[in-house]
């Protein structure tokens, strides 16, 4: 049981490229949700989505996209890098009230 | 906008001292959860709290939930190297099965 994948775990960005980090989890749980965690900021929600086809914003979605076509995926694009989006990010999966299951992270960094 | 404060943000104790770590907010959550997160790890799952007043005990851990369910508290008894660590509540809740998270208190325990 791998629970929460995350790929890559470290990637080097130029400002203006796009990639895709990618999510998946193989616990059937219906909520999905991307973090970045920032030096003294604590997790910040981007994106997240309570089920196949359905997705929302979080607190901090500028520059990101996401989709959820399967339950076990949830993909996030950065559309346009720029060196503000350099940051760990974690992708967690959870039902109701059970807590969540978080990736190793992804490591960024936009130069 | 969910906001969860942690105090303190920063605490460096002695090993076999007690300490607590508050998680406040204005809202109303269905569950509050804490979790610790070591370097270069995703944050790990403590505790889930989902009724106010709620107590829960995890070996020298000692969680509570607010009557009110705005607000929670960490508690170490004898507190151990292994302990060290970033310590992150979040809230559920709201109607839209949103995970937000805490500013995080960053624990160290000295030898």
């Known amino acids: 049981n791998a629970g929460v994948t995350q790929t890559p775990k470290f990637q080097v960005l130029k400002t203006g490229q796009s990639m895709t980090l990618q999510c998946a989890q193989d616990?059937?749980?219906?909520?999905m949700s991307w973090y970045r965690q920032d030096p003294g900021m604590g997790l910040r929600l981007i994106h997240y989505?309570?089920?196949?086809?359905?997705?929302d914003q979080g607190e901090v979605p500028n520059g990101y996209n996401v989709s959820r076509s399967t339950t076990e995926d949830f993909p996030l694009r950065l559309l346009s890098a720029a060196p503000s989006q350099t940051s760990v990010y974690f992708c967690a999966a959870h039902r109701d009230a059970t807590g969540a299951f978080f990736g190793q992270g992804t490591r960024l960094t936009v130069v | 906008t969910q906001l969860l404060e942690q105090s303190p943000q920063f605490l460096s104790i002695q090993e076999g001292e007690n300490l607590t770590v508050y998680c406040n907010s204005s809202s109303v959550f269905s569950s509050l959860q804490w979790y610790r997160q070591e370097p270069g790890e995703g944050p790990v799952l403590l505790v889930t709290v989902v009724t106010g007043g709620e107590v829960k005990k995890l070996k020298r851990l000692t969680f509570q939930f607010g009557d009110a369910r705005k607000d929670s508290s960490l508690h170490i008894t004898a507190a151990q190297p292994g302990d060290t660590g970033l310590y992150l509540c979040a809230g559920e809740g709201g109607g839209n099965e949103k995970l937000t998270f805490g500013t995080g208190t960053r624990l160290t325990i000295i030898p």
């Open positions: 616990m059937n749980h219906e909520y």
């Open positions: 989505s309570v089920g196949a086809g359905i997705t």
